[in-house]
């Protein structure tokens, strides 16, 4: 057990159950971003509702974002590139835009938990179950999905708050998720927060 409780005074929440949003805050201006931007649009809505009924729930709210191979930036330049409205994604990112209590970590990679700092803080966190959602299914929801599965946490996955450029590609995945990595794909509407954490 760590002698510091709280991450040096910077992660105050304890909670079994964990929501991350996975690469939504993003411009969308890369290569076929804007197949991926025209299925990450309508489940935008969806995150945003279930991040508020996280929140509600006491459900800490962790934003796992790729830095874009950009490493002299840091989350709230990105966040500020993202929300120009020259930029494809500003839609998406206006309404996920992170709030003062979220907590966020940049990837270098696909997974979350690759060369980051996603370990401690959801060790700090008492974190046991983690719910996924973002982009892309098949990438990086994936793989950090599976890192996740390898480090024993129980999995959900709302079908309808993940997308990727297919939708047969993010269907097969989440079939993937569901029989192999033991994940909970039922859609958000279904997610009783407060059952979660009393499983947990």
């Known amino acids: 057990m760590p002698k510091n409780k709280d991450l040096h005074g910077n992660a105050p929440d304890k909670s079994a159950v964990v929501l991350l949003i996975i ?10 971003g804007e197949k991926l931007f025209a299925n990450a649009e309508p489940i935008a809505e969806n995150i945003a509702r279930l ?6 729930a006491g459900v800490p709210v962790v934003y796992v974002n790729d830095n874009f191979g950009k490493w002299q930036s840091d989350f709230k330049k990105l966040l500020s590139h993202c929300l120009d409205e020259n930029v494809r994604g500003s839609s998406v990112v206006r309404l996920l835009e992170p709030e003062d209590d979220d907590y966020f970590v940049l990837k270098p990679k696909h997974s979350g938990f690759f060369s980051t700092t996603l370990d401690v803080l959801l060790e700090y966190l008492g974190a046991e179950t983690l719910i996924l959602t973002g982009v892309a299914t098949n990438i990086c929801v994936l ?20 997308a990727a450029n297919l ?5 097969l995945t989440l079939e993937f998720l569901g029989k192999i990595l033991k994940a909970d794909v039922r859609p958000s509407t279904e997610i009783n927060f407060k059952e979660l954490k009393a499983s947990a």
Do not use: G, H
């Open 23 to 32: 690469d939504m805050i993003s411009d969308f201006e890369f290569e076929d």
């Open 143 to 162: 793989f950090t999905a599976n890192d996740a599965y390898m480090r024993d946490f129980e999995l959900v996955v709302p079908a309808d708050c993940v």
């Open 51 to 56: 991040r508020k009924k996280a929140k509600k």
């Open 167 to 171: 939708t047969e590609q993010s269907d």
